[in-house]
């Protein structure tokens, strides 16, 4: 059986988790980035200037605490001696526990703060090949807004379309022929990558208008992924493919 499809590899967006202005870009269209790899920074002086901020308010409600605590220590050995009331014990028991409270909130903060701080420079969490670089230094950024499109150098899978009449001849890992438009150099020969089917849609579609078929465009198909097992880097997203099955390979062998 033949069929026509595309090469399809699978592609992600890296962005910054806050707000700010892009000062540097380190990587062009085409690059590749390794994981861990710093892609990117923004403006970080307002984080930096919040975050000193907070460490100050930390040590002001802490020495605050520290005092309460104190207050507290005293009234808990007089309200045993019969010195001081009930009132004036509860008193200085609840300002303590209020300022404990206080410090814990300042403190989260302040871990808040350092985060965005630290948010301000982005790595690369995958390895990847830059296809689209989105925006340049000087850019003002909002959360989450992708700055770089990346491929994924695996999996990569043909994306393909079989007509309802074939379904029944195929299988989830039925080895498959892949065969390119593009010439190997030293055989002149059309490039050939072995692969097998990794994915069977379990509803059906009409025909995308960009496949070619030999049925009617109405018709109604699944599609499938050709997974290919020896992909290399000739291998790039949208490439045409033929795609050979033979209907005599036994399951399982």
Do not use: C
Request: aromatic fraction near 10%.
């Amino acid at each position: 059986m033949t069929l026509y499809g595309n090469v399809d590899i699978r592609q992600f967006d890296l962005g910054f988790q806050v707000p700010g202005q892009v000062t540097k870009m380190y990587f062009e269209e085409g690059d590749t980035i390794k994981q861990g790899s710093l892609v990117a920074e923004i403006d970080a002086a307002d984080y930096k200037l919040q975050e000193a901020q907070a460490e100050s308010e930390v040590a002001k409600v802490y020495a605050s605490m520290v005092q309460s605590r104190s207050v507290y220590d005293k009234y808990a050995v007089l309200y045993t001696s019969g010195a001081i009331s009930k009132l004036d014990f509860e008193t200085a028991e609840n300002t303590f526990k209020e300022m404990q409270s206080a410090y814990n909130a300042a403190v989260t903060a302040k871990d808040l703060l350092s985060r965005q701080s630290d948010y301000s420079r982005l790595y690369a969490l995958e390895e990847g090949v830059v296809t689209a670089r989105l925006v340049e230094p000087g850019s003002i950024i909002q959360k989450g807004t992708a700055i770089y499109t990346l491929t994924k150098p695996r999996p990569v899978w043909i994306r393909a379309y079989i007509s309802e009449i074939n379904l029944g001849n195929i299988y989830d890992g039925m080895p498959a022929q892949i065969i390119t438009d593009s010439t190997d150099p030293h055989t002149g020969a059309k490039k050939t990558y072995q692969g097998h089917i990794g994915y069977i849609s379990p509803v059906s579609e009409f025909t995308p208008k960009s496949v070619q078929t030999t049925d009617l465009r109405t018709d109604l198909v699944y599609k499938i992924r050709v997974y290919v097992d020896n992909a290399d880097e000739f291998l790039r997203q949208g490439m045409p493919t033929t795609v050979l099955l033979d209907l005599k390979a036994v399951r399982g062998k």
